[in-house]
């Protein structure tokens, strides 16, 4: 059962965690929303199963309000999933690993001129934002060459041209610099408060959320030619760190994915399965669904725990057998699998609560969360040296 809450004195603002009593909910991250619910103008805050606490605010909430708080959708503007059908004729995990490129080496327009990746780019750059263009960044970020593992709902699969066996690219990513430029103007000035100008941070946080759109393209074209595979155009892209002017509210979401009507993929983690979901979320969720499997510890204790009970080789090779690229010792801990939560739990809630219905799973092959410098070719080494500081 979900647990609502009204906030003391208030008849309005109110907290609903959509998950059951089986979660591992944090009691820090309710906490959060209480704390989000007392803003001035908040109306409801719907939790998702995934939720885990944030730097000051909740992760995996979305929070409609009468006023807009940048600090609410955070730095990493435009973040999101996207799926990118890919075609390759036989797919060996150590063969294509090593074929990944040097995602942390950004596009350079003129030194990259040639590059068949920017065939994807139709218009200007948004915001004219260079830095950092076709890379994944740190964190949770990754790009996946996965398959397709079991269909579920085989007509609505067939709508997206999925079937079991089929191999996609899973590219979670966000708008880099640009996100954190945008918020930490707005700090600056005004802090955690509400955005003085809503149009002029709407405008700048849209062109963010298109640059994450952009980016995700861009880095599905540079591993499909990598791989030896055309670049093909996302059959799901959902933004999950953003806000929408909705029933005349400002909807926060951050670590949420949109649920109204749309085809979401929800990440597990790099040992686990994800899942394709046709969202059906309504109001009382505000129109959101869980992003991903959430994290169950903090990278800290990640990366203890972690060292106490893997080696470095040991991490690099799945429990599904997929491969992990990742050149990064410490972020290999702090992004293990068992960071994070069950995502047939996050999934089982989402269905107990009539948010999600799942059409497919897809199991990883290959998770690129950074360059491994000693297998990368010997150009992106050199560049990757060069530009590493400006990424």
């Avoid at 590219?171 to 700090?187: D, F, N, P």
């Avoid at 955005?195 to 849209?206: K, Q, S, T, V």
């Avoid at 806000?243 to 979401?264: I, M």
Wanted: with cysteine; glycine share 10%; aromatic share 4%.
């Amino acid at each position: 059962m979900s647990e609502s809450h009204t906030r003391p004195g208030s008849a309005r603002a109110t907290v609903t965690v959509f998950a059951s009593p089986a979660s591992w909910i944090e009691s820090d991250a309710v906490a959060q929303c209480e704390q989000v619910a007392a803003f001035d103008g908040m109306i409801h805050v719907a939790a998702m199963p995934d939720l885990h606490p944030g730097k000051g605010a909740p992760i995996g909430a979305a929070m409609a309000s009468t006023v807009l708080y940048p600090f609410l959708v955070g730095s990493d503007i435009g973040c999101g999933i996207a799926v990118f059908p890919i075609g390759l004729k036989r797919a060996v995990p150590e063969k294509l690993a090593a074929r990944f490129p040097d995602l942390d080496r950004a596009l350079d327009p003129e030194r990259d001129a040639d590059d068949p990746a920017w065939a994807v780019v139709d218009g200007d750059i948004p915001a004219g934002h260079l830095d950092g263009l076709g890379t994944v960044g740190r964190g949770n970020h990754f790009v996946e060459l996965a398959r397709v593992e079991t269909v579920l709902e085989p007509d609505h699969a067939a709508r997206l041209g999925l079937t079991a066996g089929d191999l996609v690219l899973i590219v979670h990513s966000g708008s880099r610099g640009l996100g954190e430029r945008i918020l930490r103007a707005h700090t600056a000035l005004h802090g955690a408060g509400p955005a003085p100008d809503p149009a002029a941070y709407l405008a700048a946080h849209d062109d963010a959320v298109r640059w994450g759109s952009l980016n995700r393209r861009l880095m599905a074209a540079r591993v499909a030619h990598a791989l030896g595979a055309e670049p093909t155009e996302p059959i799901v892209d959902q933004c999950h760190n953003l806000v929408e002017l909705r029933d005349g509210a400002y909807l926060h979401r951050k670590g949420a994915a949109p649920g109204d009507g749309r085809d979401v993929l929800i990440a597990g983690t790099r040992g686990t399965r994800s899942y394709l979901v046709a969202a059906h979320a309504g109001p009382a969720a505000n129109h959101s669904v869980a992003h991903g499997a959430g994290r169950k510890m903090s990278r800290a204790d990640a990366l203890r725990r972690g060292r106490a009970k893997h080696t470095v080789d040991e991490l690099r090779r799945t429990p599904v057998g997929s491969l992990v690229v990742c050149g990064d010792r410490q972020l290999l801990f702090e992004e293990a699998p068992t960071a994070y939560k069950r995502i047939e739990q996050v999934i089982g809630d989402l269905v107990a609560h009539d948010l999600a219905t799942p059409v497919a799973t897809t199991v990883p092959l290959v998770t690129y969360k950074t360059a491994d410098l000693g297998t990368a070719p010997t150009r992106d080494r050199r560049d990757h040296r060069r530009k590493r500081g400006r990424a």
